[in-house]
């Protein structure tokens, strides 16, 4: 079975540029999670979505950022325009069942993203 | 608030020797603990978890925890590591009522031959 698969690995994009990222849950997997590593610093909660609505987005940084999860499969994060702070790696992961804070989340191995 | 650290950023060790690596959280409610390993160029992989029930976890390739409740602690320990082990390890937390993950700053270990 596949895992989470994200694209592309790596994005250099100049400041003002929009970037977007793609992420593949596992194939069945209701919950998709965005979350986002700046250097050095802990990796970060942005979203959650559970099939195709949002569930939480509290840990969205603000409106330069777009997540959208079309029919519930793939999702990707838009950041539209982007600034030099959002410079990091982008992890999202899925997890199986609903609703549960004890279901593991299989994560992806990150879109490292450099704003110049 | 949740929040978790991890103390020690980089842990050098020689190989076949043991290794604990910190973490600590704070929580005002209850949490489940989780210990994640990134090796190179590959996502998060869960080494284990902590729910309920024994506070003595053990996950994969030869990895436990304890779960201190009074020193709101969940250490990682391998009594014996190998050079493959050589990857950054992040400790996190999550609520009982949600889904978000809280992660600490990463530790990364380097296992020397």
């Known amino acids: 079975e596949a895992g989470v698969t994200q694209f592309p690995s790596h994005s250099v994009i100049e400041k003002g540029q929009t970037v977007t990222l793609r992420c593949d849950p596992i194939s069945g997997h209701d919950n998709l999670y965005w979350y986002r590593r700046v250097m050095g610093k802990e990796i970060k909660f942005l979203l959650h979505f559970v099939k195709e609505s949002k569930q939480d987005e509290s840990g969205m940084p603000n409106n330069r950022f777009l997540a959208e999860r079309t029919g519930g499969t793939y999702s990707t994060l838009k950041v539209q325009p982007a600034e030099l702070e959002d410079s990091g790696v982008y992890f999202c992961?899925?997890?199986?069942?609903?609703?549960?804070?004890?279901?593991?989340?299989?994560f992806g191995p990150g879109t490292r993203l450099t704003v110049l | 608030a949740q929040s978790v650290t991890q103390l020690d950023s980089q842990v050098p060790v020689f190989e076949e020797a043991p290794v604990e690596l910190r973490c600590n959280y704070s929580?005002?409610?209850?949490?489940?603990l989780f210990w994640y390993v990134q090796y190179p160029n590959q996502g998060l992989q869960l080494l284990l978890k902590y729910l309920s029930g024994s506070t003595l976890v053990k996950g994969i390739n030869g990895f436990e925890a304890e779960f201190n409740k009074s020193q709101t602690s969940f250490h990682l320990r391998k009594p014996s590591v190998h050079i493959s082990d050589t990857a950054e390890y992040f400790c996190?937390?999550?609520?009982?009522?949600?889904?978000?993950?809280?992660f600490g700053t990463g530790t990364s270990l380097t296992v020397i031959p």
């Open positions: 929580s005002s409610v209850s949490v489940y």
């Open positions: 996190a937390v999550t609520k009982n009522t949600g889904n978000q993950f809280y």
């Open positions: 992961a899925s997890s199986l069942y609903r609703a549960s804070s004890t279901d593991t989340q299989y």
